[in-house]
């Protein structure tokens, strides 16, 4: 799966491409949303750990503007229900990533990003 | 053991990434299902390693496989968030949903690092960089899972296939040296292949009880070579110790980083503890910065 916890964590790679390699931008993407389950424990320590001028772009590529500009300082349910769906609820199956400096795709099928660069495709048929 | 099951000692030849396309990433998409199946069961110490990080850390599991480490902590699951790495697509098509949930999988190559540098809190690379074939790709992957991590708490973990095999190991290696390894040096592993029986008859067992001829039991069961380095005593620990000195991090605990001079940051890795687990080698790692 490609959710915004992960895209969060993406950058990039293409030898020689080491700055404005992130975010990756969203093109043509189908979105799902599926419920998964809240964990409230978890959110308070990974916040710390992103990007968050990222999650928050990237939510609105895909039409979600629920997460204020900066991480508020009181992280209140209603808040953390919020994140959480930004960041485990919504699911990107379809589409690419490309990346914003040197124009790479990144294809994503069946919800799996394809996130090697350099080297050539596995020599044979995937079997899907 | 039938010989076909036999472990095999071998020598790399050709082109290292198309060796390892031909003899560990299309065989792992050809017996993805049936491998699967036999890997659910976490090894004790990788269970521990997931077991001691703090709540709200994300991970990096690089050469996931069927995902099996995904839901760990058992104790505390939901935790910690594990992100996993693969090269065979249909392996991962099976991680994604490994204990019955979704969880986050990415196609590609443990050589690269496609992430935001030091993205992760914590990584760990369980049966995998054995599958590499040769010194200098083996030390470019834990380079790469170093990078992964957090240059100020990062903690990984490695473990590999070890020669010393335990008695109840299934495993049959072959007792002779391979013979392009010198055997006065201890620190060099072997190159094997380690078959795969891929029985179709496991597969659709129930399906037919009519006897089979010995030749066609032969046909059904197809037999599939992975590749694997096997590593000698203290020769995982040593790749780690080189990986990191190239990245220019002192080998240590972070005392010993002080007295450096300036601003800069002194970047270090310490050991935190190796050793060997039922017919592996495991390393476990911490990065620590100090301003002087």
Redo the contacts between chains.
């Keep these: 799966m490609v959710r915004l916890i992960t895209h969060n964590l993406l950058a990039c790679h293409v030898k020689g491409c080491t700055s404005n390699n992130f975010p990756l931008q969203f093109k043509d993407v189908q979105v799902e949303l599926r419920e998964a389950e809240f964990n409230p424990d978890f959110l308070r320590g990974f916040i710390p750990r992103l990007e968050w001028g990222a999650l928050v772009d990237a939510a609105r590529q895909l039409g979600d503007t629920s997460l204020p500009a900066e991480p508020p300082e009181m992280l209140d349910d209603d808040f953390l229900q919020k994140l959480h769906h930004v960041l485990l609820e919504v699911h990107i199956e379809e589409g690419a990533m490309i990346c914003p400096n040197c124009n790479h795709v990144y294809p994503i099928s069946n919800g799996i990003p394809n996130m090697a660069s350099a080297y050539h495709q596995p020599i044979h048929n995937v079997v899907n | 053991m039938p010989a076909a099951t036999a472990v095999k000692a071998v020598t790399v030849s050709d082109d290292p990434?198309?060796y390892e396309?031909?003899h560990v990433?299309?065989v792992y998409?050809e017996i993805a299902p049936h491998f699967s199946s036999t890997r659910y069961k976490p090894w004790p110490i990788i269970a521990q390693f997931l077991s001691s990080l703090?709540?709200?850390?994300?991970g990096l599991d690089s050469g996931t496989g069927n995902g099996k480490y995904l839901p760990l902590p058992q104790d505390r699951p939901?935790?910690?968030?594990t992100?996993g790495?693969d090269?065979s697509?249909?392996l991962?098509?099976i991680a994604?949903n490994a204990g019955g949930?979704?969880?986050?999988?990415?196609?590609?190559?443990v050589?690269?690092?496609?992430?935001?540098?030091g993205?992760?809190?914590y990584a760990i690379s369980i049966a995998t960089i054995h599958h590499l074939s040769t010194p200098a790709r083996r030390k470019l992957a834990v380079q790469r899972l170093i990078e992964s991590i957090s240059p100020a708490h990062g903690r990984a973990l490695v473990y590999v296939w070890a020669i010393e095999q335990d008695e109840l190991s299934k495993r049959s290696i072959p007792t002779e040296c391979s013979t392009n390894n010198p055997v006065t040096d201890s620190a060099k592993g072997k190159d094997v292949f380690v078959p795969w029986v891929l029985s179709s008859r496991s597969a659709s067992e129930e399906k037919s009880k009519i006897p089979t001829s010995h030749d066609a039991t032969a046909e059904a069961n197809k037999v599939f070579n992975r590749y694997y380095h096997m590593f000698a005593q203290g020769e995982l620990r040593q790749l780690v110790e080189e990986a990191a000195r190239d990245l220019g991090l002192l080998i240590g605990s972070a005392g010993e980083g002080k007295g450096g001079d300036g601003d800069v940051p002194v970047r270090g890795l310490e050991i935190a503890q190796d050793g060997w687990e039922r017919s592996n080698y495991f390393v476990e790692v911490r990065r620590w910065q100090s301003i002087s």
């Design positions: 990434q198309v396309d031909e990433h299309s998409d703090p709540t709200g850390w994300v939901g935790s910690v968030w992100v790495l090269r697509r249909n991962l098509e994604q949930i979704q969880r986050e999988v990415v196609w590609g190559n050589l690269e690092i496609p992430w935001r540098a993205a992760f809190d």
